[in-house]
């Protein structure tokens, strides 16, 4: 196949990907389905696949320094879509753990910082764990630098699928990283305690 012509067809998978995803992402959260809003959704996702494109096409075909693969990004969305259902157990989990301890009359928090390493080797795959943390209450993404985090939890239960890399393999099987054992951790009260 010529290069012109891989060119275009790579460029032309990102507007369709980006545009479906968009207006995916639109019907989920609007909740309407009627004329007006299906349209309303359907320019708004197209308007935004237009400005911006290129950024996204970037990102997908030099980002992590891999050609886009249609199959390879519609199995890794496949796997992302399966990934949330676990993820909002975990979310409502845990919103009743900090519930619990909002609500206890001693409020039996403990907060501290856990410090740790990834394995995964996609900026991708870490960014989504990363926010996956952060939207767990009780726990915070503080800081993430070449897959090394810092994260803050009021009580190290909560951190637990974290020191067990229980969230960490969930992330790497939809981005098909490997799967990586529990990582070495370090509990503190402070920045000022953290390794370096």
Do not use: C
């Amino acid at each position: 196949m010529p290069t012109t012509t891989k060119r275009r067809r790579t460029r032309l998978i990102s507007v369709v990907l980006q545009f479906v995803i968009l207006f995916a992402f639109w019907l989920i959260l609007s909740g309407h389905y009627d004329a007006v809003h299906i349209s309303i959704g359907a320019v708004a996702a197209g308007l935004v696949t237009l400005l911006t494109n290129d950024l996204f096409h970037f990102a997908l075909s030099h980002g992590e320094r891999v050609e886009v693969r249609s199959r390879l990004v519609l199995l890794q969305l496949w796997r992302f879509v399966a990934y949330l259902p676990w993820l909002l157990s975990r979310i409502v989990m845990a919103n009743v753990q900090v519930a619990y301890l909002v609500l206890h009359p001693k409020m039996p928090i403990d907060p501290g910082l856990l410090v740790f390493r990834t394995r995964m080797k996609k900026s991708i795959a870490q960014v989504t764990l990363a926010n996956s943390i952060t939207l767990t209450p009780g726990t915070i993404t503080t800081s993430l630098e070449n897959g090394r985090y810092i994260i803050h939890t009021l009580q190290r239960p909560l951190a637990g699928e974290l020191e067990d890399a229980t969230m960490q393999n969930k992330v790497a099987t939809v981005y098909m990283e490997e799967k990586e054992p529990p990582p070495a951790t370090q509990w503190v009260h402070s920045l000022g305690e953290v390794e370096q």
